[in-house]
């Protein structure tokens, strides 16, 4: 499965964004999938993850309450809806399953100035 992130971009702290990853391969809709983000100096963690079937949800702490995560398998595709925008965000987003597979993907840039 190949994975191309978009959406990323500068947004002020308060701001919201949304997210895209496009899939490509036939196993997309029967993968667990998620967000990932990886800020400078730090390790990248999971921040959002989604059922195959997109009927259940889990997210870190930190994104809990302004994060949604939603996929739609006829597209291919899965988005994360950032809203309230913290400079803490600031990482390149990655998309890929949960557990990981394969490679990632070269991941979208976001960065909230305060």
């Known amino acids: 499965v190949q994975l191309v992130e978009s959406g990323g971009g500068l947004v002020q702290a308060g701001g919201s964004l949304r997210l895209s990853c496009a899939a490509s391969g036939s196993t997309f809709n029967i993968k667990a999938m998620g967000w990932y983000r990886q800020a400078p100096g730090k390790q990248r963690e999971l921040v959002a993850a989604?059922?195959?079937?997109?009927?259940?949800?889990n997210y870190a702490d930190s994104v809990k309450g302004r994060f949604t995560i939603s996929r739609d398998n006829a597209k291919n595709t899965m988005y994360l809806q950032m809203n309230s925008l913290k400079p803490e965000d600031t990482a390149v987003y990655y998309c890929?399953?949960?557990?990981?597979?394969?490679?990632w993907g070269q991941g979208t840039q976001v960065t909230v100035s305060s």
């Open positions: 890929n399953a949960v557990p990981k597979m394969g490679y």
């Open positions: 989604i059922t195959p079937g997109g009927g259940s949800t």
